[in-house]
């Protein structure tokens, strides 16, 4: 399969995962009313819900793509599950990486509180 081919279909795969997302938040709930309501409670966070769906979407194509390059996606189906799981995947490989807060140095080092790194 070639890269143009896994990459559409990482697409097509990451906008149904993304589909079934949106329709599930803009069901209709007792707190609504009963009534289908956007996912955003304010007109004004309407574009950054539009660009997290938008950016999801580029991540599953970009995943799939990776994987029909690298010879992991040799099929249609397996291109579109790498789109659908995109988003679980790459939150599991942030989920390795370790964050360590830099420990904050309130001696002030050097006169008017500069450090001098350069010693």
Known sequence: MSLWMAAMWGLVGSAVAEALNLSGMMRPTTESGGRWQ??????????????????????????AAAAGAGGLATTAFASFTFGVA????IAKMFDQ???????SDDTGGGPNGEHDDAA
Not at 86 to 89: G, Q, S, T
Not at 97 to 103: H, M, N
């Open 38 to 63: 956007w996912p955003w409670r304010d007109r004004r966070d309407a574009p950054i819900v539009v660009f997290a769906v938008l950016l999801r979407t580029v991540a599953g194509t970009g995943l």
């Open 86 to 89: 995109a988003p679980l995947v």
């Open 97 to 103: 990486v370790r964050v360590t807060e830099q420990p």
